[in-house]
């Protein structure tokens, strides 16, 4: 008897693994909004796919990531995003691949997150100080100089930063656990919405003077209307 339960419990923890280790497909853009008509359709979540017949060697390459990128903007930096919209062929594959460019004396690629991805980046050149902060209720900011040859992860999700702390350009190629992992930089994203955010709402949460808000509105471009 003891034998039949032991069997009756493995099979149901083994049936309830099975299905708590099931869940839906991840998101591969902010929203995906249901819909009874194909005709009406728009997006999928992905892309369509070529008939793999069609496929070309160009649906899987791109050149020119080793060009120097211009910096010469209010933060420093420029990002050279390759994913499933450059290269097709990273459509179901679950991976893309960035170069970014640092100025001189404070280069910065400002504190964002991929809301659909992991990312990994190497230090080719320069001398970068980066960090990543953990969620509610830690929040611990951990952080490092990285130099050439160094690589450091920022985990799924989690806000993360990189500033170019030396007198020379900096640039790191990273890569992304996603075809399409998304950038949302926090400053633009709570500051520039289109529309705003109700200015008293981000006084509280800031806890800032509301003509401060306003200001930082403005500074973002943020839309009003």
Do not use: W
């Not at 791109?62 to 933060?75: A, C, H, K, W």
């Not at 980066?130 to 989690?158: A, H, M, Q």
Request: with cysteine.
């Amino acid at each position: 008897m003891r034998s039949v339960h032991f069997l009756l419990a493995f099979v149901l923890l083994t049936l309830a693994s099975s299905i708590a280790s099931a869940s839906d497909p991840s998101p591969l853009q902010d929203f995906c909004v249901a819909i009874n008509d194909p005709k009406a359709a728009v997006f999928v979540n992905g892309k369509f796919c070529k008939d793999p017949k069609m496929a070309t060697a160009n649906d899987f390459s791109f050149s020119g990531l080793n060009i120097p990128r211009d910096t010469g903007n209010r933060v420093g930096s420029n990002v050279t995003l390759l994913n499933v919209d450059q290269i097709p062929g990273l459509n179901t594959l679950g991976i893309s691949l960035a170069r970014i460019d640092y100025a001189p004396n404070g280069g910065l690629n400002p504190p964002h997150t991929h809301p659909r991805a992991t990312e990994i980046l190497v230090v080719v050149e320069g001398t970068l100080y980066v960090g990543f902060v953990t969620s509610n209720p830690e929040n611990r900011f951990i952080s490092k100089v990285l130099y050439p040859g160094d690589v450091f992860v920022f985990p799924f999700g989690l806000i993360h930063f990189q500033l170019n702390i030396a007198k020379t350009p900096a640039v790191v190629f990273a890569g992304l656990s996603s075809q399409n992992p998304g950038t949302i930089t926090i400053a633009n994203a709570v500051f520039g919405s289109d529309p705003l955010i109700n200015p008293a709402v981000l006084a509280k949460a800031f806890h800032l003077d509301i003509k401060i808000v306003n200001y930082l509105q403005k500074l973002f471009g943020g839309n009003s209307e």
